[in-house]
């Protein structure tokens, strides 16, 4: 059963659907093609509606949703940690400078 949405084939994220634990295998569908799917294992506690990294993103990368950036990677992030705002900086309020 999925526990994740992925809004966009571009997209870094996958919004979660439920709690997710530690250690997790979670499944994350496509919205635009619901048969298509990534399952990445969760590296920490996912909260419902948070974020999680279907891949490795750089420091200073930008990261996608909706595929759009909505902000960058103020540090490595890795395939299945928590995407938040303790490892990437919004751009919606302006212009991010490295």
């Known amino acids: 059963m999925p526990k994740g949405l992925i809004h966009s084939k571009e997209d870094d994220v996958c919004v979660a659907t439920t709690d997710i634990k530690k ?11 619901p048969s298509s799917h990534v399952i990445v294992k969760s590296l920490q506690d996912i909260p419902l509606g948070h974020k999680i990294a279907i891949k490795d993103i750089k420091k200073g990368e930008r990261v996608l949703k909706y595929g759009r950036p909505i902000g960058v990677a103020i540090k490595d992030i890795l395939k299945g940690e928590h995407v938040h705002i303790h490892n990437i900086k919004s751009l919606r309020w302006g212009k991010w400078s490295q």
């Open 23 to 33: 250690g997790e295998e979670v499944l994350c569908v496509y919205l635009e093609d």
